[in-house]
Each structure stands twice: as structure tokens, then as C-alpha cells.
């Protein structure tokens, strides 16, 4: 079956009707999922295995049967680690119906047939009794259904449920139990992607400083989790104020509540600072002795001999409502707040915290707007003091006192920047009054009763849009540009003047095992799933590339960067394709993973900002990314890998095509 699903085109800016085969959300799923990165995630493996076998033996000991539940089955791991550990049954229960269906080819592949029965049901809508799909309730119950937030992906409802309707009374849980801790910090890095911070503008006439309106400054912003891979980030990027606490755990051997409420702890401040921050992370003890315990914590507060990387698995920062002076020595609390899927949290000082009335239970609701248009990489982009001052810069250079500018992008500052700068006219597609007109049309709309019949002298734009993805998606800047052709002025400036797209090999530290195949896990056959997420990457006939944060993902380059296509801003869109062709060459040892692409654009003469690479830091190869942006990965479809230089092949071709028309940019390359 085919069906026709609308959409506005990230990059041309058109609604076009896409006929997507029935499979396409399926193949998406699979193709971008985390089941490849989990099997890889050989310390949970471990533990959950080790945690298993202990829970299965309890249960012989005390001469039962051992009948496992598995909630989330996924390949069917758990379920077969459960088996091979004796469990005389296991009902494994899975809700995606293309992994159920995987689990049961993976399940019968290892000769688990008789032990493994696979549910392809949500947990909660599974039967127990002769006629169900349970003959009896469990005595075992195993899951794996958290995410970095622990409970994000309803683990609480899930064993709510299990408890009152699947499992019998004083089961065995693997995991035992989960335990959230948390440690207040100050971090400007990290608060600057929830507030906006004073802009200087240094105009002709003096300094000038955009400040934030109040209720920007007091919104507590969206309850929405912000996950990070916190071993990134560097210790002097933030003050630590207080020790790590446990904030609160989870028995998952007992009934569990999943109606919201909240726990609290007193602090008291290591040092004195501004508390903004609450990193916080979980870790499971697969057993209730909590011998065996598997931990997210970061770097600096664990042994690095337990470092494991993965991405299912992350840490969270949470914003505080308002940032809070604490002194060295003073006692503060700590309260978090959850519902039954997220957490959020205040903090109070040690006298109001004394009595229950300062508790706020409802989520955090954004009453500025601001936190709904700009998302935390967003605010941090905004907030790159070094980054305003190239736009200012070059807005400097292009600028004159009877310009009439129009910017085209999505809730962007450069307006109220150019205005600052002196511009006596400002027309721009989004915010402010008075100098600045907020136009409320696409750009193929706008007419010139919208310009007060003026014509556009200086056109600018960063760009960015909240629509795009991956980088070149901003090209909607250039189509939005050919739009608005016949109300520009004939020697129009167009700000950035161009567009360049580059592209380098790099060989990941960890990435690369998101999409890297598993063969054996722990003992069991799971090369089915690699089949499996290897047809959905090929589902369309073309790869494509995917988004990714780098400043998370370390990797080094293999290759010099370089540049392969540009887009002039100052022409319209052509109506041919661009394309090209060429090969780069291999200058370090290493494993070929894929290549990086990024956009760079130049903004005026000699001033260009890279969304990208920002330097290569050492001869190593190390790179540094620009860490509000996700830049493209193409992981290429086998790996290279070279010991010496002499044996790397010299060079990776690529051919490279835009289409105009559909927007869209197909890559090839070849080791
Ligand atoms: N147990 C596997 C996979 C874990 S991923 C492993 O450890 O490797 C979690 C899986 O649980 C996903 O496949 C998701 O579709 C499924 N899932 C989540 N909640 C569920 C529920 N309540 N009932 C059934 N399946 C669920």
C-alpha cells in the first residue's frame, strides 16, 4: 500500500504530497533506533546477564518454577539470557510489531522455541489465564524500558501495571531497583542554553546592550529534557556547588506508583556560587544486595574503570526556574518534582524549604514564548557572544543609514542588531516594532503593500530555520531569497553573500556503533536485527546522511577538510542541478567510519562562520565542533581500517548532487 503524506520541504520551503510506502515510519524507526547501540552496550549486557542468573537461582532455591516476564523484549536478549539461566518459561512481550516479529526468528535462530513465547502486545493490554497469553502471572520480572531520564519512556505505568495484573506477589525484579542522583552546579556553558544573556552591541554612537524582556528573564522554560552526553563536557565548563545526592529510588520488586508527587533533599553548598544547573544521572542495581550495579555516572564522579560508552543512555541537565545565590556552607533544598514521565526541579532556600507550601508540583510551562522558538542549541547559538560579533561585523560593513533591510529567519536577532547598527528601515520576517516590521507572510507572498513600496537594499538572513535538520536544510534562505527577487533593489546586498558545503572523513571514538552491526551478543545469534536495521538503511535507494551534535561525539579527522560545493546567494536558485565530483585525500591512519558535512557561510568579505568544523586541535587529528549546531554524518557502508599509512588507500571519491528542485543533496563515495 502506498499512502500520500504532506509536508513543507525543509529546504525549498514547498508543500509537496510525498507518496511514502506503508513501511517508510517502520524503516525510519528502525534504521535510526538504539537497538544497535544497546547490543553494543556490552557493560548492561553483563550486568543484566550476571543479574538474571542470580534472580533465576533465588527463585530454584526456594523450589519454584522460575516464569519470567520480559516487558520490551526488543530482539529478545533478555528473555534468552533468562533461558539459558534455566527460567522454566519466559513470556516475552513486545509492542513494535517489526521487532516482534524479529525476536521470534532471533528466538527460534537460538533454539529457544519451547522456552520463549513472544507477545507482540503493549505490556498493558496482555492476558493472564488458561485462555490468555500468560498462563500464570511471573515470578520474574525483567525490563529494560528506561531511557536517560529513567522514566521518559513510561517505565513507571508500565510496572504499575505489571505488578497489579502480571507478576505475582514478591517477584524477583531484574533490575532491583534504580536510583536517581543529582548535583547542583553553575555553569554559564550550560545556562546559556535557557536564557538569553545581554547582547553589546558596539554601535557608532556607543555600546548598546539588548536585554531580555522580564518575563524571559523569570520563565521557568519547558519541562522537556535536556540530555547530554555530560562526559563532553569539560570540568571547566562548570563550578560543582554541592556533593552528588541520591535524589530518589525505585523498588521494582514492589508495586509502583506511577501518580506524580515528589521527594526533596537538603544540600548544603561546597562552594559559593550562582546554582543554576541540577546534573543529574540514575543507576541500576540488577540485584537487592546491589552487587551488581550498572552506573551513568559521569567521569568525575565514578571510577574510569567502569567507563562504558553508549547513547542510549546519557545524563540529564536540568534548568533551575531561576538562578539562586548559595553560600559555601549554607543548607539548600532540593526538590524534584515528576509526573508519571518526567522530572523537573526547584530549588529553596533551608527556611522556606522548612514548610511543604513552596512546592511547585505542575511541570515547568513556558510563559515567554521564547523557549517554545528556540531550543536549548538555539539559545546557545544566540547566546555566542563570538558569533554576534561577526554578524555585526559584516552587518557593519553592508549597512548604510538609508538601507531597507529584510531578513529572512526564524526568530533571529539580526533585526534588532541592524537596527542598533543604525539601519533606518527594518523589515523582517518574524519580531518587534516600530524600526522593525514583523511580516507575517511566506516569502513567495509577500507583496509590496508588506514593503510600503519601498525596495529591499540589503537582504539578510543568518540563516536559520527552525524546519531544518540537517545543514544544508537552511538553503531555504536561497529559495526564500529567489522568492522575494522582484522586490530587491537591482545592486541589492545579500548577507551572507554565499553558501559553502564542506565535507571531511573522519574515524569516530564511539559513534560509529550506533550503526555498526552486532553478530553475537553475550552468546545469542542476533545478526537477524543487523539484517534487519541494514534493509531499513537501504530502504530508500540512496543512504542518507544523518544529523549529529559532534561536540558529544569525539572523533579525528582522517582526511583535510574540504570544501565541495557553494551556493551564491546573490543569483537565484538555478534551475539545473549542482553537482560535483572529486576525491579527498587520506592524510592520518584510522578507520574510515564516514564523512562530515557542514555548511559554512560567508557573510560578508573575509568574515565566514563555520556551522562545522571549528579547528582540527592537534596533530592527532582531533577535532573541535561548533557546539550549537548538528552537522551531517554519511557513515560509509563498510569500514576502512589501516594500520599504517602505506596501506590506506590515498584517497575517498565522492560525487555529490543537488537538486534544485526537490532540495534534496544525494552523496556517494568510495573507499
Ligand atoms: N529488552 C531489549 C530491548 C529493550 S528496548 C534489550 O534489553 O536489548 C525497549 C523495548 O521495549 C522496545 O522495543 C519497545 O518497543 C518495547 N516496549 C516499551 N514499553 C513496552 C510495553 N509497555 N509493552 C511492550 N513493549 C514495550
Redesign the pocket.
Known amino acids: 500500500m502506498k499512502t500520500f503524506c504532506g509536508r513543507a520541504n525543509p529546504t525549498t520551503g514547498a508543500i509537496e504530497w510525498l507518496e511514502e510506502d506503508e513501511n517508510y515510519d517502520y524503516h525510519q524507526e528502525i534504521a535510526r533506533?538504539?537497538?544497535a547501540d544497546?547490543?553494543h552496550d556490552k557493560d548492561?549486557?553483563v550486568k543484566?546477564y550476571q543479574g538474571i542468573r542470580a534472580a533465576v537461582s533465588r527463585v530454584k532455591e526456594r523450589g519454584e518454577k522460575a516464569i519470567v516476564l520480559?516487558?520490551?523484549?526488543?530482539?529478545?536478549?533478555?528473555?534468552m539470557m533468562a533461558a539459558s539461566a534455566g527460567a522454566d518459561f519466559c513470556y516475552a512481550?513486545?509492542?513494535?510489531k517489526p521487532?516482534a516479529n524479529a525476536a521470534v526468528k532471533i528466538v527460534e535462530k537460538n533454539g529457544f522455541r519451547d522456552k520463549i513465547k513472544v507477545i507482540n502486545?503493549?505490556?498493558?493490554e496482555?492476558t493472564v489465564g488458561p485462555d490468555g497469553d500468560m498462563h500464570c502471572r511471573a515470578n520474574i520480572l525483567?525490563?529494560?524500558?528506561f531511557d536517560t531520564e529513567l522514566i521518559g519512556?513510561?517505565?513507571l505505568?508500565?510496572y504499575e501495571?505489571a505488578h497489579k495484573y502480571l507478576v505475582e506477589e514478591g517477584c524477583e525484579a531484574v533490575p532491583h531497583r534504580a536510583t536517581v542522583y543529582v548535583q547542583l552546579v553553575e555553569s554559564k556553558r550550560m545556562w546559556s542554553w535557557n536564557k538569553l544573556f545581554p547582547v553589546h552591541v558596539k554601535a557608532e554612537d556607543g555600546e548598546k546592550i539588548i536585554v531580555s524582556p522580564s518575563d524571559m528573564e523569570n520563565c521557568p522554560g519547558v519541562p522537556s529534557v535536556c540530555d547530554i552526553q555530560l562526559n563532553q563536557m569539560p570540568s571547566s565548563d562548570f563550578t560543582i556547588l554541592s556533593d552528588v545526592v541520591t535524589m530518589f529510588s525505585v523498588d521494582f520488586s514492589k508495586p509502583v506508583s506511577s501518580a506524580s508527587t515528589y521527594y526533596r533533599v537538603q544540600l548544603e553548598a561546597v562552594k559559593s556560587g550562582k546554582a543554576q544547573i541540577v546534573l543529574s544521572w540514575w543507576d541500576i542495581d540488577m540485584d537487592p544486595a546491589g552487587m551488581i550495579n550498572c552506573t551513568m555516572a559521569p567521569y568525575w564522579a565514578k571510577s574510569t574503570s567502569d567507563f562504558q560508552w553508549r547513547d542510549?543512555w546519557m545524563q540529564c541537565v536540568y534548568f533551575l526556574p531561576n538562578e539562586e545565590p548559595v553560600l559555601q556552607g549554607e543548607a539548600v533544598y532540593l526538590t524534584a518534582c515528576r509526573d508519571a514521565y518526567s522530572v523537573w526541579y526547584t530549588l529553596q532556600k533551608a527556611r522556606e524549604g522548612e514548610s511543604k507550601a513552596g512546592v511547585r508540583v505542575e511541570s515547568p510551562v513556558c510563559r515567554c514564548q521564547a523557549h517554545l522558538l528556540w531550543n536549548r542549541p538555539r539559545f546557545g547559538q544566540l547566546n555566542d557572544q563570538n558569533r554576534t560579533h561577526q554578524y555585526i561585523k559584516s552587518l557593519m560593513k553592508v549597512l548604510q543609514t538609508d538601507s531597507v533591510c529584510l531578513c529572512i529567519s526564524d526568530g533571529s536577532l539580526l533585526p534588532v542588531l541592524a537596527h542598533y547598527l543604525g539601519a533606518k528601515q527594518f523589515l523582517k520576517a518574524n519580531n518587534l516594532e516600530d524600526k522593525i516590521k514583523i511580516i507575517e507572510a511566506r516569502p513567495e507572498l509577500l507583496t509590496s503593500s508588506h514593503l510600503e513600496d519601498k525596495k529591499i537594499s540589503v537582504l539578510i538572513g543568518e540563516p536559520f530555520f527552525t524546519t531544518s535538520l540537517l545543514p544544508w536544510h537552511n538553503l531555504y534562505f536561497w529559495y526564500a531569497r529567489t522568492a522575494v527577487t522582484s522586490h530587491l533593489t537591482s545592486d541589492v546586498t545579500v548577507l551572507p553573500q554565499s553558501a559553502s558545503l564542506h565535507m571531511m572523513v573522519v574515524e569516530f571514538e564511539d559513534l560509529w556503533r550506533i550503526r555498526s552491526p552486532c553478530g553475537i551478543c553475550e552468546g545469542f545469534d542476533v545478526q537477524t536485527m543487523d539484517d534487519m536495521i541494514k534493509n531499513s538503511l537501504n530502504f530508500r535507494e540512496s543512504k542518507e546522511a544523518e544529523p549529529h551534535p559532534l561536540w558529544e561525539y569525539p572523533c579525528k579527522s582522517l582526511s583535510d577538510p574540504q570544501e565541495v560545493l557553494t551556493f551564491d546567494f546573490r543569483k537565484t536558485v538555478p534551475q539545473h542541478c549542482v553537482s560535483t565530483e572529486g576525491s579527498v585525500n587520506l592524510v592520518r591512519k584510522g578507520k574510515s567510519h564516514g564523512a562530515v558535512l557542514w555548511m559554512e557561510y560567508n557573510l560578508a568579505a573575509d568574515i565566514s562562520i563555520s556551522t562545522g568544523l571549528m579547528q582540527i586541535s592537534n596533530e592527532k587529528g582531533n577535532c573541535e565542533w561548533n557546539p550549537h549546531c548538528k552537522q551531517a554524518v554519511y557513515f560509509f557502508s563498510s569500514v576502512i581500517e589501516s594500520e599504517t599509512l602505506s596501506d590506506l588507500p590515498s584517497a575517498v571519491t565522492y560525487a555529490i548532487n543537488f537538486d534544485t528542485k526537490t532540495g534534496e543533496i544525494a552523496m556517494d563515495f568510495k573507499l
Open positions: 533506533s538504539r537497538y544497546m547490543l548492561r549486557n543484566y520480559d516487558i520490551g523484549t526488543g530482539t529478545g536478549l533478555l528473555s512481550i513486545e509492542v513494535f521487532m502486545k503493549h505490556s498493558t496482555v525483567v525490563t529494560e524500558l519512556e513510561g517505565a505505568p508500565t501495571h542510549h
